[in-house]
């Protein structure tokens, strides 16, 4: 659905609103591209992100490179929300005592 309308490399990235319009999609419902994107991902599809203000949006790898820098970013993405689920787990453990 998603995967075949993307462009190579990062700075071909087609944004959330160019991918609704190409698929007849309402812009406010975004979130419809959003969930494609991650069922392609993991189906196999290599979908990378960018929210770089130079070229914002969804985008095929052009090369190992940038799928490796999409890759770590999702990883170091990860390692922050969990550090956030931390603290706020420690929060509400100590609202129970």
């Not at 991650?38 to 070229?55: H, L, N, T, V």
């Not at 790898?61 to 990883?75: G, V």
Request: net charge positive; proline share 3%; with cysteine.
């Amino acid at each position: 659905m998603v995967f075949e309308l993307l462009s190579t490399g990062a700075e071909n990235a087609r944004t959330a609103k160019e991918l609704c319009q190409a698929l007849g999609i309402d812009e406010k419902d975004w979130r419809i591209v959003s969930k494609a994107v991650e069922r392609e991902r993991r189906e196999g599809k290599p979908i990378c992100a960018s929210s770089s203000s130079d070229f914002p949006g969804y985008y095929k790898p052009a090369n190992r490179e940038e799928l490796t820098r999409y890759i770590d970013r999702l990883h170091k993405r990860a390692g922050e929300i969990y550090k956030t689920r931390r603290a706020l787990q420690k929060v509400l453990e100590e609202m129970e005592v």
